[in-house]
């Protein structure tokens, strides 16, 4: 066995965590750019606590999803500023936008020259400026990974700037931040959390840390995911879910991913859609693909023993079967009222683009088991539909 494993250099977890945020910025430089959603009210307390310890602070607001053209703001902004460290507070696009300009303080040129597939693919040689990570949903886990995703619409694709050194040197994960999340964003969210453990599990280069971590992460998100979608303010249920997404994050970073994400990065470049929502309509045809494939075409594999292990673990029967947690995870879409692809406007006509573009993502490329065109279709063509009709 060999495996490696690497995070954020720090991370800081619990209710309340968030208010050391300017104590610890002041260890780190002296003018931060504040990466903050789309209403930047919100980050007040982050301003006054960086403040309060004699660090500037430039807010810098991301509203929607992030493209290429964000991070050449964000950088032009911090640039002009003198910022010398990053903060940022806010979802998947915020901590993504800031870990993105953190890199690019420090090293040459502009975020074109490094980006896959539609850049100049440049090697991120030099560490990146201190970067510090409050996620304000549980999901993404980007706290915890080294890339940082974008939406490129003129390629109708998601690009990925990806190095070892865009690993935050900060994460602090407050699950009080999560309090205020809507019921659907909960749901969504939540589901991405979900997926990135349970992936990982089955994918094709686990390790023993990750496998600890997705146990771990599933125990909890199954626990506590409907209770967070039904009571935004369940401090237990908030902080299991907090957990769950940076394990997530920390697993998917480490080991892989699988089907799920291989389609959902297409599909999240071709369509206006939530990722965690487009992970959630597809994550219980993959699982039942997946599960079929293996037992027709490999019935000897190790993930058919790990699907196992997820239906004990997210039904937390010790007597559950794989298909009991297949049917566990088409239940809580349906009970979380997760809308089926074709309300993105997603039809049957995009699934041979979907099939191409994802065979090309590194997440497809992890899945347990190569799926045929025709088990994809299947897969695509369910997750369009409303999924109790499948
Ligand atoms: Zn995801």
Not at 229 to 254: I, Y
Request: a neutral charge.
């Amino acid at each position: 066995m060999r495996f490696e494993f690497a995070t954020a250099q720090r991370v800081i977890f619990g209710p309340g965590a968030s208010r050391q945020a300017g104590a610890l910025a002041r260890q780190a430089g002296q003018r931060a750019l504040v990466v903050t959603g789309r209403d930047p009210s919100r980050a007040q307390f982050l301003l006054d606590s960086l403040r309060q310890n004699g660090v500037g602070a430039v807010v810098f607001p991301v509203a929607g999803e992030p493209g290429v053209d964000t991070v050449l703001q964000g950088q032009t902004l911090a640039e002009k500023e003198d910022c010398d460290l990053v903060v940022s507070l806010g979802g998947g696009s915020a901590l993504d936008t800031g870990k993105a300009i953190a890199v690019m303080l420090t090293n040459p040129g502009d975020v074109l020259d490094y980006l896959e597939v539609i850049g100049g693919g440049k090697d991120l040689a030099e560490p990146s400026a201190p970067f510090f990570a409050l996620p304000t949903t549980a999901g993404t886990g980007s706290e915890a990974t080294r890339n940082a995703v974008f939406a490129s619409p003129e390629h109708r694709q998601k690009v990925s700037l990806r190095a070892p050194t865009m690993l935050p040197k900060v994460a602090i994960v407050d699950p009080e931040l999560t309090w205020g999340v809507p019921a659907a964003v909960t749901a969504s969210t939540g589901m991405d959390a979900l997926t990135q453990v349970i992936e990982p599990y089955v994918c094709i280069r686990p390790n023993p840390l990750t496998d600890a971590l997705c146990a771990e992460g599933m125990r909890r998100a199954a626990r506590s995911l409907r209770l967070a979608f039904e009571d935004g303010r369940q401090a237990a249920a908030r902080e299991d879910m907090a957990v769950a997404s940076h394990f997530g994050g920390m697993a998917l970073s480490n080991a892989g991913l699988g089907a799920v994400h291989g389609f959902a990065g297409a599909i999240g470049g071709m369509f206006n859609a939530p990722h965690g929502a487009i992970c959630a309509a597809l994550l219980p045809h993959v699982m039942e693909a997946n599960l079929r494939a293996l037992r027709q075409r490999e019935p000897r594999h190790e993930s058919l023993r790990r699907y196992e292990e997820v239906g004990r673990l997210v039904t937390g029967r010790p007597a559950a079967s794989a298909d009991d947690g297949v049917g566990w995870v088409r239940q809580l879409v349906s009970d979380l009222s997760i809308p089926p692809l074709a309300s993105y406007g997603m039809t049957e006509a995009d699934m041979a683009e979907i099939i191409e573009k994802g065979s090309k993502a590194g997440s497809m490329k992890a899945n347990p088991i190569v799926l045929t065109t025709e088990e994809q279709r299947e897969i695509l063509g369910r997750a369009i539909q409303r999924s109790r009709q499948a």
